[in-house]
T-cell receptor, first 114, second 111 residues
């Protein structure tokens, strides 16, 4: 079955360490996105990529970095510069970066930094 | 960026219809209205989207006001599995492509 896989489901890190969250899709979608969700809050956009080898900052990109070297992969690195990294991270994709393309989400990675 | 406003919570009895409202008074002419829902500890799931005309699919119906400043997601017969947080978002075709998700509406279905 086609879909988006985020791994791991739970991730624990010590403060000051960089950590990379994996996102893989086999839907052949051009666009991919990373969101962050805090308890009781909506989703905030971190980075998005319209096409391979391209990505743009979203609303809260500070302290994060991404790469898009392959169409199916869009890893997110949470750096030590991110002041409040503990959150639920969601990856999504869409066929095109267009307003008529629904987003398909993975089931998220819950990151805890202590 | 155009934003949406939704009630924080709603309740419905099982097997009854549910109408979830969304206000988007600053919507632009090219914005599509999308609805998603999210179960606890899962990623959001796409429900339906539309531009001007009402839309139906196997999950729900979307009723869009004539002036497009509001819309309503209609679940025809609520089931316990429909209990979730429902998000109404606008996706625009220009510039940064608004992908803002607010806090949504938490739907409780009463058996």
């Amino acid at each position: 079955d086609g879909g988006i896989t985020q791994s791991p489901k739970y991730l624990f890190r010590k403060e000051g360490q960089n950590v990379t969250l994996s996102c893989e899709q086999n839907l052949n979608h051009d666009a991919m996105y990373w969101y962050r969700q805090d308890p009781g809050q909506g989703l905030r956009l971190i980075y998005y990529s319209q096409i391979v080898n391209d990505f743009q900052k979203g609303d809260i990109a500070e302290g994060y970095s991404v790469s898009r070297e392959k169409k199916e992969s869009f890893p997110l690195t949470v750096t030590s510069a991110q002041k409040n990294p503990t959150a639920f991270y969601l990856c999504a994709s869409s066929i095109l970066f267009g307003h008529n393309s629904p987003l398909h989400f993975g089931n998220g990675t819950r990151l805890t930094v202590t | 960026d155009a934003k949406t406003t939704q009630p924080n919570s709603m309740e419905s009895n099982e097997e009854e219809p549910v109408h979830l409202p969304c206000n988007h008074s600053t919507i632009s002419g090219t914005d599509y209205i999308h609805w998603y829902r999210q179960l606890p500890s899962q990623g959001p799931e796409y429900v339906i989207h539309g531009l001007t005309s009402n839309v139906n699919n196997r999950m729900a119906s979307l009723a869009i006001a004539e002036d497009r400043k509001s819309s309503t997601l209609i679940l025809h017969r609520a089931t316990l599995r429909d209990a979730a947080v429902y998000y109404c978002i606008l996706r625009d075709a220009t510039g940064a492509n608004n992908l803002f998700f607010g806090t949504g509406t938490r739907l409780t279905v009463i058996p």
